[in-house]
């Protein structure tokens, strides 16, 4: 069964097709650099973390102590995790993976 993304378009298709080609973390620096603002990337960062500690059971408080976060942006992380499209799951699940 594949993902129907509810907002694809060309545009978007073409970032994730871009996005894919990216071979290491030094092309990786360069072109979300250029792509993004340093509040972009720190942002997606920072809800990545959240999530993987929303993942393993930590507290909202703790959460915000450690990342700086807002309870706005835990929630929304939350409930990205709870009724979102599994990206999260995705992603922590291979990170989690590649550590073994």
Known sequence: M??????????IEYLYEAILKLENSEECHRFFED????NE????????????MLDQGMPYHQIVS????????????SKSLIYGAE????????????KK
């Open 2 to 11: 594949t993902y129907k993304s509810k907002f694809a378009n060309e545009n």
């Open 35 to 38: 792509i993004c603002t340093i």
């Open 41 to 52: 990337i720190f942002e997606m960062a920072q809800r990545l973390k959240v999530a993987k």
């Open 66 to 77: 450690e990342t700086k976060a807002s309870t706005a942006t835990i929630s929304r992380v």
């Open 87 to 98: 990206g999260y799951h995705v992603i922590l699940k291979k990170l989690k993976d590649e």
